[in-house]
């Protein structure tokens, strides 16, 4: 009896959604939200894309598939059998060509960061890293003493990590100080700090391929901007000719920072709030 009652329940219910259903696709609601939601992954994706040389690559894409749809229109029979042969090896070329946006986009949806919303909790060790993070920013600033200083969040950098010297000490004003002193073995590379853990020291980081940066950020503030661009890391720069602090993120890079400034930045994106959050991307450098 019991199991003829949730048959019977369950065929209801399928019926009810199915006549729900059928009034929201008489009303064209269902098409509208298929259309919305389309162009909403659209946006993120040309988002998710501008300021890399995936644009101009995108550009040329378009120009081949109106050239295309000119000469089938004007029936030039030999210009559109070349196109069309274009076309048809782009189709095996681009998972290579647009690799790094490709890994870039399902990085987002593994980490959440794409469509929904992500929720977190306090951690009084990442704010008291953030502070000293802060206070040997300053130090190293008024020296002018080079340094990047790369802070993990969702998205593993375990890569960058192997590539550099492990130190596994707890973060502090010394050890950053020590690690960025000029002519040392670590000087050179990037810090990695893992919650309130300093990992590693002298790690190398992936260079951003954006090419609307100003020429006179250097190697440190590139990759900054790289490594900002392929994880959802937070990567402090102290310049080693002006002595100005930066902060990139989400490959968008904030320059010329105050100790308050910072400190605000900081706390604002490594201090997890109880609240929802919904993250856009950027491209652009801001000043």
């Not at 904030?254 to 400190?263: F, G, I, V």
Request: hydrophobic share 50%.
């Amino acid at each position: 009896m019991v199991g003829r009652e949730w048959l019977h329940f369950s065929g209801e219910l399928v019926a009810r959604m199915a006549a729900w259903l059928d009034i929201l696709r008489h009303f064209g609601i269902l098409d509208a939200l298929d259309i919305l939601i389309v162009a909403y992954v659209i946006y993120r994706l040309l988002i998710l894309i501008r300021g890399t040389r995936a644009v101009q690559l995108l550009k040329g894409v378009i120009v081949i598939l109106l050239a295309t749809a000119v000469s089938n229109f004007l029936h030039l029979q030999a210009l559109n059998w070349l196109l069309n042969k274009i076309i048809t090896l782009g189709l095996f070329a681009i998972p290579v060509v647009f690799q790094p946006e490709l890994r870039r986009a399902l990085e987002q949806l593994g980490r959440g960061g794409f469509f929904w919303f992500s929720f977190t909790t306090d951690n009084e060790d990442i704010k008291r890293a953030a502070s000293e993070i802060v206070k040997a920013s300053q130090v190293l600033s008024k020296t002018k003493t080079g340094a990047l200083i790369v802070i993990e969040r969702n998205t593993g950098l375990s890569e960058y990590i192997e590539t550099g010297t492990l130190v596994e000490g707890k973060v502090s004003t010394e050890l950053l100080l020590n690690t960025f002193i000029p002519n040392t073995p670590l000087h050179d590379g990037a810090v990695v700090v893992r919650g309130d853990k300093m990992v590693a020291a002298g790690c190398f980081l992936p260079l951003t391929e954006s090419r609307d940066l100003d020429r006179q950020l250097g190697t440190r503030h590139r990759a900054a901007l790289g490594v900002t661009e392929q994880s959802d890391a937070v990567a402090v720069v102290v310049s080693e000719e002006t002595g100005r602090v930066s902060l990139a993120v989400d490959g968008v890079l904030t320059q010329d920072l105050s100790e308050a400034a910072l400190r605000e930045l900081l706390d604002s994106l490594l201090t997890p709030k109880r609240a929802t959050t919904f993250k856009f991307l950027s491209r652009k450098a801001e000043s």
